[in-house]
């Protein structure tokens, strides 16, 4: 079976994306590195900067994850900034910002970033959506308080496989696992 490395402290992100690498063959470790992250509105330099060096840490095939919620009538906000905000303010806070505001639409964005000794690719995924008027379900982050087109109820009321079909690092893994799964076995070593 195929290996790769997840450097994260987020389990939830570790249990969304080994769901879908499994059916592809691709086993997922989850490695806690906690290095400096650099600060970008861009959360593919954030990424891209990460893996790098996580690289020079470990020196096998690794994949990072960054993603964050942009709110339209916020301007994108919190975007780049979401663990952070989603740590303080919370979805309270969020959806206080939000009173009144008939403009709820946001997008989830993941970038995943892929690094080895010969490949470093980018893989997006995005999902449209749109705020809720309340806090429904449970999940983490901002999953409670966010709906995906196309679906009635917000990912917090979902479960794992559900949300994967819709989310935005679920696109993203299924984009990653299947160009990995199709990667020469040396670069899986
Ligand atoms: P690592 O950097 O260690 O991977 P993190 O949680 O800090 O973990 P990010 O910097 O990518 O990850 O922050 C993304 C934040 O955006 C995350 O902490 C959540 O608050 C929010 N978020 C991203 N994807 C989400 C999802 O699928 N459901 C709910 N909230 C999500």
């Known amino acids: 079976m195929k290996k790769v490395t997840l450097i994260t402290g987020n389990t939830n ?11 592809y063959g691709i086993e997922l470790e989850m490695l806690d590195l906690d290095l400096f992250e650099i600060q970008s509105e861009k ?22 994850e960054d993603s964050g919620l942009f709110i339209k009538a ?27 505001e008939k403009e709820r639409t946001a997008t ?40 995906p087109n196309n679906s009635k109820k917000t990912f917090g009321e979902m479960q794992s496989e559900e949300k994967n079909k819709y989310s935005h690092r679920g696109i993203a893994t299924l984009k990653f696992a299947q160009w990995y799964s199709k990667l020469g076995n040396q670069s899986s070593l």
């Open 13 to 23: 992100k570790f249990k969304e994306m080994s769901l879908i690498l499994i059916e």
């Open 43 to 64: 959360i593919e330099e954030i990424a891209l900067n990460y893996a790098r060096n996580a690289y020079k840490e470990i020196r096998k095939p690794l994949i990072v």
């Open 74 to 100: 916020l301007n994108g906000f919190p975007g780049p900034y979401s663990s952070y905000v989603n740590k303080t303010i919370g979805n309270e806070g969020i959806l206080r910002l939000m009173y009144d």
């Open 108 to 147: 989830f964005k993941a970038v995943i970033v892929y690094k080895d000794d010969k490949f470093e690719e980018t893989f997006v995924g995005e999902i449209k959506g749109e705020i809720s008027r309340e806090i429904r379900g449970n999940g983490w982050g901002f999953d409670p308080i966010f709906i």
